[in-house]
């Protein structure tokens, strides 16, 4: 049974996170209102920064560096792709870019605030 759980844990969480990445690519895509031929030049250069990103993370997860060490990481992998995106658009709009993807995690922490205190008051009143 507990094997029945955990697999439908990671089942919702994989779930979870797909809609949430749907939700960033529009987020992303309305602020940086893309035309056809910088969306076609843009996502494959994105889809392979996020990638690069998550394999840091996962990575950095499993040595369990210091805060500086993953900050600095992360700064390498945003400075290499600054140079990518550059190709694809132009310096506003990569700066737009970053700026949408740091409101897009801030706007996901506070949802996520909410909803836990949300269940704390549910549970309080049951």
Known sequence: M?????????????????????YKIAYLT????LSP?????????????????????SDLKSNRPDEIQMEEKMLNIRKKYNSEFSKALNPEKVNTLYKSEKEFGHMVQKELIERRQQKTDNRKRD
């Open 2 to 22: 507990l094997i029945f759980f955990s697999a439908r844990a990671q089942d919702d969480l994989q779930h979870g996170l797909g809609r949430l990445e749907a």
């Open 30 to 33: 309305k602020k940086l209102n």
């Open 37 to 57: 031929a910088e969306a076609q030049q843009f996502w494959p250069i994105y889809n392979k920064y996020q990638q690069e990103i998550r394999s840091a993370r």
